[in-house]
Structure formats: structure tokens, C-alpha cells
């Protein structure tokens, strides 16, 4: 029907960026839904919009636009729309700096029996757990849920989540190892860069912590250079340079030391979104 035209119609401008005409649709899609009471196509044309409000940065409009999503949701028993709805919800309160709600709403969605069949949404709401409980000061939990993340996220291809997960690493590293974290943030970049991805508030929030610890253990220069090293690395490399040292096997261990040896600026230690519619 006309409503669902226009839903889809502002979904796709949304992703063109074209957030003023989108709006102005699936507000239009969300009135017609609603006056035929079809709670369902209602609560995804506002689910929509609290999009919208989120990318113009209007994000208490967003969160109220979201709990009232989420109570519809939940009411017609839509697991699927529910866990969607949990995702968006706690991106939006994390920026709005209501990280314990979002830590909560992540938790209640990893619950979800539908993430444990779809394995890369799994690893991407892993990731931003992982974000959240590291702006708690969680580093722990937050370095075993990154794990999580990365693993679920290499075994399944999903190389978008790997370079974010490979950040939020990055940034728990660099508390002890600035050199091994500075080049994967430069893997990160460099990733980043090819693919034209823009950060989310959760990694952008990790991205300002690994820059802040890098910049209080190294000169800049020593930053840009083990960044520009990094940005030539693979994913598995990357993926192995953000391994606890513990943990690695002896040529593994080898491996990793031929990173080492790229720069000449210093003698290192031996010690390293999506949004859902």
C-alpha cells in the first residue's frame, strides 16, 4: 500500500542522506499506519524516524521515539523487531551519555534467542557491549566481550565488525602497549578509509580513548609512523597484534616480532555500525 511505499521510500533516502525528505515520508507512512491501527508497519515507520532524529543528532527525541517503538514491539511479541529496536536503542542512550542503560538494553539483546542463529549481528552488538562497558571502566569484561566479538566476527566474514572490534582492542591496549595499539589503529584507518565507513557514537568514543592514551605515552611522530605501519598490515595480522601476548603460540610470538622490526623510531617492549533498521 501507499504507507509502505513511503516507508521504503524514506528508508532509501535515509541511506542517501537525504534525512529532511525521508523524514517528511515516513512521517507520512507513520500517520496513515496509524490510522488504520496496524500496529506493526506503525511501529517500523517510527522506528525510522527515531533514525532520523538520531543522524540530526536529536537523540532525547530519538530514545522516546525508540521506548515507545520497543513497548509496541514487545507488545505484538515481535522478537525480531524487539532486538532491533534494543540495538538502535542503545546506540542512541550511549550518545546521550546514559551508558548503564545501554550497557543493559545490549545485555537484553545478546539474551536474545534470535542472536544466537544470526551470528554477525551477535558480533556486532558484542562489539558496541564491548565500547559501553569500556566508557564504565569495565576494561576486563570489556576486552572478553571484544574477544567474543572479534572471533564471532572473523568466523563469519562480517570484516566491518572485525576493524571496529579491532579499535575498541586498540584502545584497551594501549593502557600498557601505546606501539602495539597505534598500529592497529593505523589497520583500523586504514580500513576505514577504503570502505568510507563513518563511525558510530560507540566507536568514535573508543577511537577518542586510543588517541588520548597514545598521545600521553608517545610523541606524535612515533604515532604516525606505527600508524602508517599498521595501515599495511592484513586482518589476520591485525587480528593477531591484538592477541593478549600470553596467549599466543611460540611462532606466533615469532610473527608478531617481525612488526617489530619495522620502525626505527624506538626499542619496543616485548609486550600490543551498523545501524539496524
Known amino acids: 500500500g501507499l504507507a509502505r511505499a513511503l516507508r521504503d521510500a524514506g528508508i532509501a533516502r535515509m541511506r542517501l542522506a537525504d534525512l529532511s525528505i525521508a523524514e517528511r515520508d515516513l512521517t507520512r507512512a507513520f500517520e496513515i499506519d496509524e490510522s488504520i491501527g496496524d500496529v506493526d508497519e506503525t511501529a517500523r515507520a517510527l522506528g525510522a524516524i527515531a533514525l532520523v532524529c538520531q543522524f ?16 509496541m514491539n514487545r507488545s505484538e511479541r515481535d522478537d525480531r523487531a524487539t532486538l532491533v529496536t534494543l540495538v538502535n536503542l542503545a546506540e542512541t542512550e550511549f550518545a546521550l551519555g546514559e551508558t548503564a542503560n545501554a550497557v543493559a538494553h545490549a545485555r537484553e539483546s545478546l539474551d536474545s534467542a534470535m542472536l544466537r542463529l544470526n551470528m554477525r549481528m551477535r558480533a556486532n552488538q558484542e562489539a558496541n557491549l564491548a565500547a559501553y562497558l569500556l566508557a564504565l571502566g569495565e576494561e576486563k569484561e570489556a576486552r572478553s566481550v571484544a574477544s567474543r566479538a572479534l572471533r564471532h566476527a572473523l568466523e563469519f566474514a562480517d570484516h566491518s565488525v572485525a576493524t571496529n572490534t579491532l579499535q575498541h582492542l586498540a584502545a584497551i591496549i594501549a593502557r600498557r602497549d601505546a606501539h602495539r595499539a597505534a598500529r592497529l589503529l593505523g589497520y583500523v584507518e586504514g580500513q576505514l578509509a577504503r570502505s568510507g565507513y563513518t563511525r558510530e557514537y560507540s566507536e568514535q568514543f573508543t577511537h577518542d580513548l586510543v588517541m588520548n592514551r597514545l598521545h600521553d605515552a608517545l610523541s606524535v611522530d612515533e604515532i604516525a609512523v606505527l600508524r602508517r605501519e599498521g595501515a599495511s598490515l592484513s586482518e589476520e595480522q591485525a587480528a593477531l597484534l591484538a592477541r593478549p601476548l600470553g596467549r599466543r603460540t611460540a611462532s606466533e610470538k615469532d610473527h608478531s616480532a617481525g612488526f617489530d622490526a619495522l620502525s626505527p623510531v624506538h626499542n619496543r617492549p616485548a609486550a600490543p555500525h551498523e545501524t539496524f533498521l
Open 56 to 71: 540530526t543528532n536529536r537523540l532525547e527525541e530519538s530514545r522516546s521515539l525508540l521506548l515507545r517503538v520497543l513497548e
